[in-house]
């Protein structure tokens, strides 16, 4: 399931985790053809589930233009940090060192 299970929560509400945690989290929920990356489609269901269905694919193409540092198309290893930056801010989850 796509929905994170933590015990660290903040009292803010935001789930904690580390930056290795929430990329394996990504890979084992959304990356439904294996390759290690995340695609537009792929990032769109990220939304789609946790930050709610309104706009999802408008939030996803934003982000992906963000974190896409070498223009390919895909969110992978090299870029998942610029990645957790907005989710911290537009999914609830907290990134820790």
């Not at 660290?8 to 890979?27: A, C, E, I």
């Not at 070498?70 to 990134?95: S, V």
């Amino acid at each position: 399931m796509a929905f994170i299970e933590y015990k660290n929560v903040y009292s803010d509400g935001k789930r904690v985790m580390t930056l290795q945690q929430f990329k394996q989290w990504l890979k084992t929920s959304f990356d439904k053809d294996g390759d290690g990356r995340l695609s537009k489609s792929e990032l769109r269901e990220v939304f789609r589930l946790t930050a709610g269905g309104l706009f999802a694919g408008w939030k996803s193409d934003r982000v992906l233009k963000y974190a896409d540092t070498d223009h390919d198309g895909f969110i992978d290893d090299g870029e998942f940090r610029k990645l957790a930056q907005l989710a911290e801010k537009h999914l609830n989850i907290r990134i820790t060192k």
